[in-house]
């Protein structure tokens, strides 16, 4: 994904509702059908979620995770990168490259061998499984009724035979230890808990949510699979944010933009209590 394709404003055509084997990424992304990683916006204000194209929250990492997903999932695809002089992807002469070639992803230097010896590695271990799935599938229902919104999502792995979705993440984490702390700080349990419900409501026969994880310290990829108590987290999270939100829609509450904070102090010592 490149900074273009975020900041369009341009509707994707029109899909219908159902799964999708062969939508674009980049078609996908411009579809406006909310995601599990934009239901977390409502946190911040119900306003700044009915403008979420306005926040997308670009930066460099964006053009790396969709590097290393190509070179796992869509090899054949690494053409659409172009690599900058420097190292970083945000700096002047980058932003000039990627100025003159649109319809790029202009990355930092040396960044593809990276990525294709990272996904090199990690197919030694997952290499059957990836290969045993269907690849970028989309998603796309209508919850109108419910939420009064179109749902969205985009499953890196399908792994049918085990009704299983798998997201590929590129991670600082080196191990699973360190992954598992980052789940809910990062709201991967809403992304869990999102992409089950959807598939099912698309009737894709899936259970289950899963991670296999690349750290980015070159240590061995790892996996984990997210357990029924992480999954109802997650569910009741997105479920209770989207429930504020049509409430809002419809007039029964209004925006909150000036919450009470409290000092970290207090809020570690509530936890304290609790536990």
Known sequence: MSKNDIDSTQNSENYSFGVHYDMPDKQYRLHK????????????????????????????????????????????????????????????????????????????????????????????????IIAACKKEVSVIVDDRDNSGLIWKCRPDLLLESHRTVLDLKSSASGTREEFVKTIEKYDYDIQAAFYIDCCQMARLNVEKF???????????????????????????????????????????????????VHSWSWILEQRRTLE
Do not use: M
Request: hydrophobic residues 35%.
């Open 33 to 128: 059908g909310v995601s599990a990683t934009s239901i977390p916006i409502i946190r911040n204000s119900f306003c700044a979620f009915d403008n979420k194209n306005l926040f997308c929250g670009w930066s460099p990492a964006y053009s790396w995770g969709s590097l290393f997903h190509t070179s796992v999932l869509e090899p054949h695809l690494l053409n659409i990168y172009i690599e900058a002089s420097t190292i970083g992807a945000d700096s002047i002469s980058a932003q000039t490259l990627q100025s003159q070639h649109p319809d790029k992803i202009v990355i930092g230097n040396n960044q593809v061998s990276k990525a294709v010896k990272q996904a090199d590695n990690l197919k030694v271990i997952y290499g059957d």
């Open 210 to 260: 899963g991670w296999i994880v690349q750290p980015s310290n070159g240590n061995a990829p790892f996996s984990c699979i997210a357990s029924d108590e992480l999954i109802e987290k997650g569910r009741a999270k997105y479920q209770d944010l989207l429930y504020g939100y049509s409430e809002y829609k419809k007039g029964a509450v209004n925006d909150n933009l000036f919450p009470e």
